[in-house]
């Protein structure tokens, strides 16, 4: 059987608004892509410096403070009256190996003493014996020479 075709052949001319439209619109996504929703919390923190500092052969959970006061932990906020379970759950789920949990703080340059006493207090009722501040460290300064 054979059927007819209703295709012809196209010998006009090409509209161009259609492709504009196309084209602006793409254009509109890539430079707005930034700006899209991305997961995770972005907050910056700015750790104060120190000259030495020390580290730890345990396990470590990591926890930043921020100068608003939020706790960030997995890349996400944490509520204050969530942190002594979230430490102990970390706590459980860690191996028997011996060796305890090292908490390791990075705040912020503007938080308060209070609020560093209050996280080292959960850190302590959830069971977790070491909570280390983390820094950056100062510049490089050469020593003189004798």
Same mark, same amino acid.
């Given at each position: 059987?054979?059927?007819?075709?209703?295709?012809k052949?196209?010998?006009?001319?090409?509209d161009?608004?259609?492709?504009?439209?196309v084209?602006f619109?793409? #254009?509109?996504? =890539?430079?707005?892509?930034?700006?899209?929703? /991305?997961?995770? +919390? !972005?907050?910056?923190?700015?750790?104060p410096?120190?000259?030495?500092f020390?580290?730890?052969?345990?396990?470590?959970?990591?926890?930043?403070?921020?100068?608003?006061g939020?706790y960030?932990?997995?890349?996400?906020?944490?509520?204050?009256?969530?942190?002594k379970?979230?430490?102990?759950n970390? #706590?459980?789920? =860690?191996?028997?190996?011996?060796?305890?949990? /090292?908490?390791? +703080? !990075?705040?912020?340059?503007a938080?308060?003493?209070e609020?560093?006493?209050?996280?080292r207090?959960s850190?302590?009722?959830?069971?977790?014996?070491e909570v280390?501040?983390?820094v950056t460290p100062s510049?490089?300064?050469?020593?003189?020479?004798k």
């Amino acid at each position: 059987m054979k059927f007819q075709r209703q295709a012809k052949i196209f010998r006009g001319q090409l509209d161009v608004a259609p492709f504009a439209c196309v084209f602006f619109l793409m #254009l509109f996504f =890539l430079m707005m892509r930034s700006c899209l929703y /991305t997961p995770g +919390v !972005i907050v910056p923190i700015r750790p104060p410096q120190a000259e030495a500092f020390s580290g730890t052969e345990n396990p470590t959970v990591i926890m930043a403070v921020t100068a608003a006061g939020q706790y960030i932990m997995d890349n996400r906020v944490v509520a204050e009256t969530d942190l002594k379970a979230i430490l102990q759950n970390k #706590l459980a789920t =860690l191996p028997k190996s011996g060796r305890g949990l /090292t908490l390791v +703080v !990075i705040p912020d340059k503007a938080v308060s003493y209070e609020v560093l006493t209050k996280v080292r207090a959960s850190a302590r009722d959830a069971g977790i014996g070491e909570v280390l501040e983390g820094v950056t460290p100062s510049p490089y300064a050469p020593r003189a020479e004798k």
